[in-house]
């Protein structure tokens, strides 16, 4: 039993390496959005309320870059696995047009519907001034946060093509400076210190937007400047071209991982619209408990993305099934672990932390209940995040589309929308009901892996 689900040192070295950078990143970037977040809050419940619903929708846009640039890095990795650099090339290309294609989309949708979107989750029971109010607030923070698409877009392209080549500490230390940023231009702007304008939700949204400028110019000047050490990115915009049967490879490969993202992510949001339905309180109190969640998550998300680039670079390498079989099998493991050990630190405050927010009781209270729903399925998520991950490495996007984001519109939407419209539930137990789904995919990830059909290498 020791052998099978724990590694040496040797595998724990190697995990690690990837995983801690990412980690750090992610934690330092999770970490930040809370000061960022609670520093929202302390404006008030309303402010709070419609950055929450704005966010919840950029996440869709942040998810489908995301998608984007994760459907390329399969063969990101496995190219620079196979020591191919033109390959690398050719999806860093594919991934800076297609990641701006999504920005300018994305800036498109925004403008023109950006009113209707807010409105669908300000239909719960409450006051009139406060849904206006908070719909007010989350268009002007939406306005601002929109110059920072472009940005994002393209750090995203530069980060994810160093990480799938083996290089995480870049992406890290620019992770970590950006953050900095924002959390030091947040203090400023929203509270008008050192002689600036207290500008609120808009203040925060400036601070984004510079953040993610300041990501890219270290990302993109880093890779650039080091071609001797990143060979790849040598002539990487010399021209734009992609040989044919690498884009449809891509396109058949990796879009099914866009297309996942998306509808994944629009999938939450809609169940998010399900949930705000049974009250205006709902809002401030999911965004509270996602905001500890989200730090919570960041150990096992981290895993995953260590998952999928262990595997990737194994199988571009042509390693033996069995070798492959073991060394996933331990990285499941160390997954599932860091998810049940977070999952019990969430619970232990999740009394305390709503606390620091500037609104009422009844928030805070709800806001513990849900937070301690979803730390309870905190292990069951790394499992399914891990998986996911795995059968994204070998090409099974189609599966993992299946998996995912079909499982969100076949099961979890269909349920939120009937229990939450038709039989009226209450938020608790429909919040339960919706995250219990979860142990469905954990079944169905079991299976996928023990099948086995992952395990390709997809550079021959």
């Excluded at 608790?428 to 990830?445: M, N, R, V, W």
């Amino acid at each position: 039993m020791r052998n099978r689900y724990i590694g040496n040192r040797a595998f724990y070295r190697r995990v690690f390496g990837v995983a801690v950078p990412i980690i750090i990143q992610n934690g330092i970037t999770n970490f930040v959005s809370l000061l960022d977040n609670i520093m929202v809050g302390q404006v008030g419940t309303i402010p709070m309320s419609g950055v929450s619903i704005v966010n919840g929708l950029l996440f869709v846009f942040n998810l489908s870059i995301f998608g984007a640039s994760s459907g390329a890095g399969i063969f990101t990795a496995q190219f620079f696995g196979s020591r191919d650099d033109e390959g690398v090339r050719h999806t860093f290309r594919f991934k800076f047009l297609i990641c701006l294609l999504l920005s300018v989309l994305g800036v498109t949708l925004f403008l023109t519907r950006g009113t209707q979107l807010i409105g669908l989750y300000l239909t719960g029971s409450g006051e009139a001034a406060t849904a206006q109010g908070a719909l007010d607030y989350g268009l002007r923070y939406l306005h601002v946060m929109l110059w920072g698409f472009v940005p994002f877009a393209l750090s995203n392209t530069y980060s994810s093509t160093l990480r799938e080549t083996g290089e995480t500490v870049v992406p890290m230390a620019a992770g970590i400076m950006a953050v900095l940023v924002n959390l030091c231009l947040n203090y400023v702007l929203i509270f008008g210190h050192f002689g600036a304008p207290a500008l609120g939700v808009e203040g925060a949204a400036i601070a984004t937007v510079i953040s993610r400028y300041v990501e890219l110019a270290i990302v993109a000047a880093w890779a650039h400047t080091h071609a001797g050490r990143y060979s790849y990115m040598t002539g990487v915009y010399r021209s734009l071209h992609i040989p044919g049967r690498l884009l449809k490879a891509i396109i058949r490969k990796g879009m099914p991982l866009l297309v996942n993202e998306f509808l994944w992510s629009f999938g939450m949001a809609i169940l998010n619209q399900c949930y705000s339905t049974c009250g205006l309180d709902v809002v401030p109190a999911q965004n509270i408990s996602s905001t500890l969640w989200n730090l919570g998550s960041v150990v096992f998300l981290s895993m995953g993305n260590a998952v999928g680039i262990i595997m990737g670079q194994m199988l571009g390498a042509g390693q033996n099934r069995d070798e492959v079989r073991d060394t996933n099998r331990k990285l499941i493991s160390v997954s599932v672990l860091s998810g049940a050990v977070f999952g019990l630190i969430i619970i232990l405050f999740s009394g305390l932390f709503p606390k620091i927010y500037n609104t009422t009781d009844s928030v805070r209270l709800l806001a513990t209940q849900l937070i301690c729903i979803s730390a309870l399925m905190m292990p069951f998520n790394s499992f399914t995040n891990a998986t996911y991950f795995t059968l994204r490495s070998g090409g099974q996007t189609m599966v993992t589309f299946l998996f995912d984001s079909c499982f969100v519109w076949v099961v979890c939407v269909p349920l939120a929308f009937c229990l939450s419209r038709f039989a009226h539930m209450s938020i608790l137990p429909l919040y339960a009901i919706c995250q219990g789904t979860d142990l469905i995919k954990s079944a169905l990830g079991a299976i996928m892996l023990k099948q086995g059909k992952w395990i390709q290498n997809l550079t021959t």
